[in-house]
């Protein structure tokens, strides 16, 4: 990191104490975040909490045996999650090398489970502060493929991995937060066959980290480091589906489609959607071209209804099926509107007030990758019984999964990009950060319950807010854009987006709308409330306002409720987020513990304040 960039980090740094000194009344832990990979600290004691899926996890040969991609589902495929070779730390090669064959393994390896982070419990080496990753397993091609085309898939791999069939390189994929594959089929033999995955990731500022920490405390956390999402093989035909783009029109009561194929040659489309098992809709015509596909009287999708449509998909070639998928879509329209000279979000056409929590997607025990996929789940479940309508996702991208559970329960999403903290002021870092930017855009794209992409948060790496606001308009016009979450983090508002967004612990405030953007607060609260037995710093006092009972943590929450009520009257607040689904490491602010064991606050009180906020009562 340049002197430049480590002076303005640390002149954040004091901004963020300084708003925290005046916001707060219990003592805060900031982590620095800057870091390099020779300055790894080993982390304070915790406590090794587990969660009501650990065991199950634990337990699982296959974890994750779900087919991990809801949007673009083929029956036949193999999972390669489970027990794979493990070799890191002292003497493993430097993964960044990439050598065209893979080296040879030692003789006696550790054993890691996939996809858990290599830090953590459920992975089996939880060690922090290891850069190069070797990952090693066998496995068998079902005679049933041995015509088509065979694809090795991963649903993420922090951050730079390289990836040998059969001691052969077949290719390199760089970002953490984006799923990516490979054809494998030349490299085949019959029988066993061999993967390798080398992975690099120092867990530094010089690429997108989101809230990985190499020095874990306050609100940065443990990092993750490898395979952290599912990997399996599936097998398809020389030209086949791989990518749907779907975006609803409701206005003109269609959904615009494009069916990615890359080799168009003489490949026809056809696509059918579904309502209830009935055929409404159908589209035909050539492959990587846009579609339109009918979709009349549309029923909309919101989180009062979260309807979805099933859709098939056919490939074919002179009227030979080549390739068949299936996939959800959901008909909604997100815009800024003027209500009563008020800018709001519409959602379908009518102004919904946005209210959720700030979800990191963290575990005790699995880190970036829960324990299982009814633990993925559950967070948003309970997020619905808490009477909220949205989730922030925090500077994390999740598994497919996380976003079908989302779009099937009605949660609007804010996604967060993670950021980069050398972006800032390195320019190689700046143009590597806006190429994952674009990938995780482009992956998410389809995704019916993502209704505001949110740039940069805190100033934390941010450069050039109009710009990035005017690129992410241009890559999807769909959606609405933040810009900038917590504005009053920077030295001044640079404007761009469709939000202005105020942070205020433990608050609330309200930022004054302006005639083209939105007011929302982006962050508040952080009500905190110690529970022993269930924390994994026992003696943290991390991070807001530590509340010493039940009852007072609970009339607070109502009472911030009854302030946002009024600026929603009063000032034009559109949208609020409130600090945090559970615990996370030392921070001690959420619903839930950070082992969601203990329910912290009363249910029942909190959805009633919620849902009386969002219904304008």
Request: net charge neutral.
């Amino acid at each position: 990191m340049s002197s430049k960039s480590s002076a303005r980090i640390a002149a954040m740094l004091a901004t963020v104490a300084a708003f925290a000194t005046t916001a707060m009344t219990a003592t805060t832990a900031v982590a620095q975040p800057t870091q390099d990979a020779q300055a790894v600290v080993a982390p304070a004691p915790h406590v090794r909490l587990t969660t009501p899926w650990t065991d199950e996890a634990l337990k699982a040969a296959v974890p994750f045996p779900e087919y991990p991609r809801p949007q673009l589902v083929r029956a036949e495929w193999l999972n390669l999650n489970g027990q794979w070779d493990y070799w890191g730390g002292k003497g493993a090669p430097d993964a960044r090398l990439a050598p065209s064959a893979a080296p040879r393994f030692p003789e006696k390896t550790e054993r890691v489970r996939v996809p858990y982070p290599v830090e953590s419990m459920l992975s089996g080496v939880e060690r922090l502060g290891e850069v190069n990753l070797w990952y090693r397993r066998s496995f068998e091609v079902p005679a049933a493929w041995k015509s088509q085309r065979v694809r090795i898939n991963f649903g993420a791999v922090d951050r730079l991995a390289t990836i040998y069939v059969n001691g052969t390189r077949v290719g390199q994929h760089e970002g953490g937060y984006t799923s990516f594959g490979f054809d494998i089929t030349p490299l085949l033999k019959p029988g066993r066959n061999e993967v390798v995955v080398a992975a690099f990731d120092p867990s530094t500022n010089d690429g997108t980290l989101g809230k990985q920490s190499l020095k874990p405390g306050g609100i940065f956390y443990t990092p993750s480091s490898g395979i952290w999402q599912t990997v399996w093989l599936e097998p398809v035909g020389q030209a086949h589906i791989a990518k749907l783009d779907m975006a609803p029109v409701v206005g003109e009561q269609r959904l615009a489609l494009t069916v990615r194929v890359g080799e168009t040659k003489g490949l026809q489309v056809e696509a059918v959607a579904l309502k209830d098992g009935q055929v409404v809709g159908r589209v035909r015509g050539a492959a990587d071209k846009a579609l339109s596909l009918p979709v009349p009287q549309p029923r909309l999708w919101s989180p009062d209804d979260p309807f979805l449509y099933d859709l098939k998909v056919t490939l074919r070639r002179d009227g030979k099926v080549v390739d068949q998928v299936d996939s959800y879509f959901g008909m909604r329209s997100i815009e800024v509107g003027m209500i009563d000279g008020v800018p709001r979000p519409l959602l379908n056409g009518k102004f919904v007030f946005q209210f959720g929590p700030l979800d990191q997607g963290f575990w005790p025990d699995g880190l970036y990758t829960a324990p299982t996929d009814a633990a993925l789940r559950f967070d948003l479940e309970e997020t619905k019984k808490l009477g909220f309508n949205m989730v922030r996702k925090h500077i994390k991208v999740e598994p497919a999964r996380w976003f079908h559970y989302a779009d099937k329960l009605g949660l609007l999403v804010w996604q967060d990009m993670p950021q980069a903290w050398d972006a800032e002021t390195d320019l190689a870092v700046r143009a590597k950060t806006e190429v994952e930017w674009r990938e995780i855009v482009d992956q998410l794209r389809s995704e019916t319950s993502i209704v505001t992409w949110v740039i940069f948060n805190e100033s934390w790496g941010d450069f050039e807010h109009r710009r990035m606001a005017a690129q992410f308009r241009a890559m999807d016009p769909t959606r609405l854009i933040n810009a900038h979450s917590g504005i009053n983090f920077a030295p001044h508002d640079e404007g761009g987006g469709d939000l202005i967004d105020l942070h205020d612990y433990p608050g609330p405030a309200a930022p004054t709308y302006q005639p083209w953007r939105i007011a929302v607060l982006g962050e508040y609260g952080g009500n905190s409330l110690k529970v022993p037995g269930h924390m994994y710093r026992p003696e943290s006092k991390c991070c807001y306002h530590l509340f010493d009972s039940a009852a007072a943590i609970n009339d607070a929450y109502v009472a911030q409720i009854d302030k946002l009520r009024g600026f929603r009257a009063d000032k034009g607040l559109s949208a609020a987020i409130y600090t945090e689904t559970t615990d996370v490491e030392e921070e001690l602010n959420g619903f839930f513990t950070y082992d969601r064991r203990v329910k912290k606050l009363d249910f029942d009180r909190v959805s009633k304040a919620n849902k009386a906020l969002i219904d304008g009562r």
